[in-house]
């Protein structure tokens, strides 16, 4: 993405979102095989579910209703489930049209998902390095993540090993767990029950993130413009 679409923007800084089940995602490797050596070598995409997914996205009045249908959603999840007991194994994260994740367990960073992690950050870091700008990661907590945070002001085992990832490569990372675990507010008012979140959570994180990258840009020696 940063390829194809960052680079054009001449970003002063570039962002990466990352949440704990990027994790899986990086190891199912739907977009990149990775060699022993590192290098990145493109995956071809499979050319039936992109079909698919790009003949719904530009089918008129699919997003209007998925927006504002409640029966539209209702058919879609369905759809989901069906598709789910069909071809997803009992672990989750099958490839395909839809994917799911199995039970979190011990968290989603085992040796095969860290390693594609480094060496996806590694690229990136270069990549965003060839156009001058700067990287910093923003970790995104799950319910489950704000939870623990509160009750033993501890960070959960992917937080911890993509801290580790960060550090290592000597780029800057900013957690919003403590933000949100210090909100004070309750833990519905921040998550819905399937686990994204609520519009409180959103403007918590705007405000916490909108100070956050002003001042890293002033460190780094470029401001902020007031409409960027």
């Known amino acids: ?57 530009n089918f008129p009045g699919y997003n209007w209703l998925i927006s504002w249908s409640q029966a539209a959603n209702l058919v879609k999840q369905a759809g989901i489930a069906w598709v789910l007991r069909k071809h997803n194994p009992a672990g989750g994260s ?30 990136l870091q270069e990549e965003v390095q060839k156009v001058g700008s700067s990287l910093l990661i923003v970790y995104i907590p799950s319910f489950e993540e704000v939870q623990k945070f509160r009750g033993k ?38 998550y819905y029950a399937e686990g994204h979140w609520t519009p409180r959570a959103h403007s918590l994180a705007a405000k916490y993130l909108g100070a956050q990258l002003k001042n890293y840009l002033e460190q780094q020696g470029r401001p902020a413009a007031p409409n960027r």
């Open 1 to 57: 993405m940063f390829q194809t679409r960052g680079t054009g923007l001449e970003p002063d800084l570039t962002v990466l979102a990352f949440f704990s089940n990027d994790f899986a995602d990086n190891a199912r490797g739907d977009y990149y095989q990775i060699e022993a050596d590192g290098k990145l070598v493109t995956q071809q995409m499979g050319c039936k579910q992109s079909a698919i997914k790009s003949f719904l996205f």
């Open 153 to 190: 002001n501890v960070i959960s085992k992917d937080e911890e090993v993509l801290k580790e990832l960060v550090s290592t490569q000597g780029e800057a990372m900013v957690s919003l767990t403590p933000v949100l675990a210090a909100s004070g507010e309750s833990l519905p008012r921040l």
């Open 94 to 123: 099958a490839a395909g049209l839809v994917i799911s994740y199995g039970d979190r367990g011990k968290g989603y960073a085992d040796e095969k998902s860290r390693r594609a992690t480094a060496v996806y950050l590694k690229h």
